[in-house]
């Protein structure tokens, strides 16, 4: 056979189609990470004023109108409602003007991104200054000394996330290209589900116990590792039977390439763009990281709709993942017998 045939039968169509769908991801991937975090700037953050009721509105319209539109200032009646707001995570910073000195205070809550507590602090001094006035910070949620620029609770969900669609995808090709039967499928579900809860009690182990990167509680963090590791696991699980092979590259499409960048990890929400910000909630990498952070450093408040969004993503992919094998007409390899069986191989696949 000549190099050419060896080609030929190499190169086939549905060769072809891989290699340039992979070639599409890796052009979303450059675009998609470039795009979200090449020039973060912070657009309208919830913002707290605590002001003498003749300087708020003043300061309310001054702080609205910066150029850029920075803050999304609102009116908070006293000190301990702004902090309490901050730890409810309903702002992310808030203005305390003293009614007799020149020095204000500006909280933050670093725990929640350093980035953009550092971001406020320069805003807030920066406007003071117009009018010769000082200001300090306040950190009412400080990240742990560990925690560097607050990025270990979105690490380690990363982490969750990669474990949850490479599992997903090795049950998924484990036995060839063979699509999903109901037992198949019920056997993915069951390890992915085992796979899940030890994933995520060891990342939970590794980022407290072992390595003192983030505080709050380890069972907390356990259970959100289990839920986001099933989650995006039964997803490609989905995604492979109902596409093949390609729901793989759909898997890493969607975490990877628009939940990674859009998490508020490297830069917290408020600093991405529109379209980044608009998306990262509803994906698992950016549920999973607010509701880490919030484990962590905001008493565990405000953490139902992201757990609600995880949910969701598992509900949907095991339904799915189970509906498809049902609809899936038999062949001759579904009674094949269970490893360990006279001519029997694994039925994980």
């Keep these: 056979m000549t190099f050419a045939d060896e080609v030929k039968n190499a190169v086939t169509p549905r060769a072809a189609l891989l290699v340039i769908g992979v070639l599409v991801l890796q052009l979303l991937f450059i675009a998609s990470y470039i795009g979200a975090l090449h020039?973060?700037?912070?657009?309208?953050?919830?913002?707290?004023?605590?002001?003498?009721?003749?300087?708020?509105?003043?300061?309310?319209?001054?702080?609205?109108?910066?150029?850029?539109?920075?803050?999304?200032?609102?009116?908070?009646?006293?000190?301990?409602?702004?902090?309490?707001?901050?730890?409810?995570?309903?702002?992310?910073?808030?203005?305390i003007v003293s009614p007799r000195g020149t020095t204000d205070t500006v909280l933050v809550a670093s725990g929640g991104g350093t980035v953009l507590a550092d971001s406020l602090t320069k805003i807030i001094t920066k406007v003071n200054l117009t009018h010769q006035r000082t200001v300090h910070s306040v950190d009412v949620a400080p990240a742990s000394d560990e925690d560097f620029d607050g990025l270990s609770s979105f690490y380690l969900v990363v982490g969750w996330c990669v474990g949850g669609y490479l599992c997903a995808s090795i049950l998924a090709i484990s036995a060839g290209s063979r699509p999903a039967n109901r037992q198949r499928a019920t056997i993915r579900t069951g390890v992915m589900a085992l796979y899940s809860i030890a994933g995520g009690i060891g990342g939970a182990v590794i980022i407290g116990p072992i390595l003192g990167a983030l505080p709050g509680s380890f069972w907390g963090l356990s259970g959100l590792g289990a839920l986001t590791v099933f989650a995006v696991g039964m997803i490609t699980l989905a995604l492979q039977a109902l596409t093949g092979?390609?729901?793989?590259?759909?898997?890493?499409?969607?975490?990877?390439?628009?939940?990674?960048?859009?998490?508020?990890?490297?830069?917290?929400?408020?600093?991405?763009?529109?379209?980044?910000?608009?998306?990262?909630?509803?994906?698992?990498?950016?549920?999973?990281?607010?509701?880490?952070?919030?484990?962590?450093?905001?008493?565990?408040?405000?953490?139902?709709?992201?757990?609600?969004?995880?949910?969701?993503?598992?509900?949907?992919?095991?339904?799915?993942?189970?509906?498809?094998?049902?609809?899936?007409?038999?062949?001759?390899?579904?009674?094949?017998?269970?490893?360990?069986?006279?001519?029997?191989?694994?039925t994980l696949g």
């Excluded at 902090?83 to 992310?92: A, E, G």
């Excluded at 830069?267 to 549920?287: H, N, S, T, V």
């Design 39 to 95: 020039k973060p700037k912070p657009t309208d953050v919830p913002f707290g004023i605590v002001a003498p009721q003749q300087m708020s509105a003043r300061l309310l319209t001054e702080l609205k109108d910066l150029p850029g539109g920075p803050l999304d200032p609102r009116t908070v009646s006293d000190a301990a409602t702004a902090r309490r707001q901050m730890l409810d995570r309903d702002i992310d910073g808030a203005l």
């Design 245 to 346: 092979i390609v729901g793989i590259g759909l898997a890493v499409l969607l975490v990877v390439i628009a939940g990674n960048p859009s998490a508020g990890g490297a830069f917290p929400l408020p600093m991405l763009p529109d379209f980044w910000r608009a998306i990262g909630p509803a994906l698992p990498p950016g549920a999973g990281t607010w509701v880490a952070r919030s484990i962590a450093y905001f008493q565990g408040n405000a953490v139902t709709g992201p757990l609600l969004v995880l949910s969701a993503w598992a509900v949907v992919g095991t339904v799915a993942t189970l509906l498809l094998a049902l609809r899936r007409k038999p062949d001759a390899t579904d009674g094949a017998p269970l490893a360990g069986t006279a001519g029997g191989g694994s």
